[in-house]
């Protein structure tokens, strides 16, 4: 059964840089039907997606973040990973990561049918 | 402001239909198909409906997904006091290149 499960620092100063982690157990991440995902999701508002990956290296970013993110695989490890510099408050969030199944060729379109249950980023200094 | 915009908190009785709208422009949903997630209090979301109609093994047929050019609609059929949860809609979005959310629609079964 696939399972997804993030981690993190918990709390991050302001400026400094999160690093999260995504550990994929049950499936590869080097399967080249699906893409793996983050989306966030601050105290009390919506869900945002942030940033998608496909084993063989391409990646999608949500514009506003795009110069900030970046977003990567180990498959060694069978993980993946994110990396969101310059933090504010506003990026205080539950960050969820996901795994995208969609039609083949345009599978980053498709559905997040795998979730993780989230980790909880806290900006303060 | 979300790309895709719902109806904010509607409410249903148990065993009412209930439906949720999500409207989205020509590079959204009008180009790509429409998935929709379930979240409860306090839990991460789930698939509840993808390429706008189908649903995922385990999901009741009470769950019903359509679209029609530039907006989509979900509905729950015989409302259950568990259906009570936040629902967002998401589609792929050709201008941004990336996926859109829609803000969310908190569903209260009264």
């Known amino acids: 059964q696939l399972q997804l499960q993030e981690s993190g620092p918990g709390l991050v100063k302001p400026s400094e840089t999160l690093s999260l982690t995504c550990t994929v157990s049950?499936?590869?991440?080097?399967?080249?039907?699906?893409?793996w995902g983050w989306i966030r999701q601050p105290p009390g508002k919506g869900l945002e997606w942030v940033a998608s990956?496909?084993?063989?290296?391409?990646?999608f970013y949500n514009p506003p973040l795009k110069s900030r993110a970046a977003i990567s695989l180990d498959t060694s490890k069978n993980q993946f990973s994110l990396k969101l510099s310059s933090i504010t408050a506003a990026d205080a969030a539950v960050y969820f990561c996901?795994?995208?199944?969609?039609?083949?060729?345009?599978?980053?379109?498709?559905?997040?049918?795998?979730w993780g249950q989230g980790t909880m980023v806290t900006v303060s200094s | 402001q979300s790309v895709l915009t719902q109806p904010p908190s509607p409410s249903g009785t148990p065993g009412q239909r209930v439906t949720i709208s999500c409207s989205g422009s020509?590079?959204?949903?009008?180009?790509?198909?429409v998935n929709w997630y379930q979240q409860l209090p306090g839990t991460a979301p789930k698939l509840l409906i993808y390429?706008?109609?189908q649903r995922p093994s385990g999901v009741p047929d009470r769950f019903s997904g359509s679209k029609s050019g530039t907006s989509a609609s979900l509905a729950i059929s015989g409302l259950q006091s568990e259906d009570e949860a936040d629902y967002y809609c998401?589609?792929?979005?050709?201008?941004?290149?990336?996926?859109?959310f829609g803000g969310g629609t908190k569903l209260t079964v009264l």
């Open positions: 020509s590079s959204n949903i009008g180009s790509n198909t």
């Open positions: 990956v496909h084993y063989i290296g391409t990646t």
């Open positions: 996901a795994r995208c199944s969609g039609t083949v060729g345009i599978i980053a379109r498709g559905a997040f049918d795998i």
């Open positions: 998401a589609a792929w979005d050709n201008s941004l290149n990336g996926q859109v």
């Open positions: 390429s706008n109609n």
């Open positions: 049950g499936d590869s991440i080097s399967s080249s039907s699906y893409y």
